[in-house]
């Protein structure tokens, strides 16, 4: 579950960086503007728990959309349309994964949240063992493609301002 976000510099830090389309952030670019270091820690901290932003590195975060993830396939057929919770939505794509279906789950709402919903569908015994095994170390992998792309990000636009 993600946790309440109280306060408005979160808030006010988030809409900024969806106005801007930007999709990876360094903390250090948020000093000044949004207050301390400290002030801009924080609310970055309040970010994560809300699962809106996802840590890459110490420093670097990559903003999650909004938007749900377009999946290859409608898994929950019986009701065409509807809405579901993020959770649901990603426990319904692990009880029959796709790797592409898999890392657009993970691009909209963050490598770490699919995690804890693997983790939880396999104590619930709703995924076996194997196959939780198995999509863990692909969730490492994805991870790490995210993180290299943020740092490529992070770099080339820190060559642009030079």
């Known amino acids: 579950m993600?946790?309440?976000m109280n306060g408005t510099l979160p808030m006010r830090i988030l809409h900024d960086l969806r106005r801007?389309?930007?999709v990876t952030v360094a903390s250090g670019t948020l000093v000044g503007r949004f207050g301390s270091a400290s002030t801009v820690s924080r609310a970055l901290r309040k970010l994560v728990a809300a699962e809106k932003l996802e840590p890459i590195q110490r420093g670097l975060y990559r903003v999650l959309p909004e938007r749900e993830p377009r999946l290859a396939f409608n898994r929950a057929w019986s009701n065409p349309g509807g809405r579901f919770?993020?959770?649901h939505l990603i426990a319904m794509t692990l009880s029959r994964p796709t790797f592409r279906d898999?890392?657009?789950l993970c691009k909209s709402y963050g490598v770490g949240r699919v995690r804890r919903v693997l983790n939880d569908l396999e104590a619930e015994k709703d995924v076996p063992s194997?196959?939780?095994s198995e999509w863990r170390h692909r969730l490492d992998n994805i991870?790490?493609?995210f993180r290299d792309a943020a740092?490529?990000?992070s770099a080339g636009r820190n060559q642009a301002a030079a």
Do not use: I, M, N, Y
């Open 20 to 22: 801007s389309g930007v």
């Open 102 to 104: 898999v890392a657009r």
């Open 143 to 145: 991870e790490k493609g």
């Open 130 to 132: 194997v196959l939780a």
């Open 2 to 4: 993600t946790a309440p």
């Open 85 to 87: 919770d993020p959770d």
């Open 151 to 153: 740092r490529r990000l």
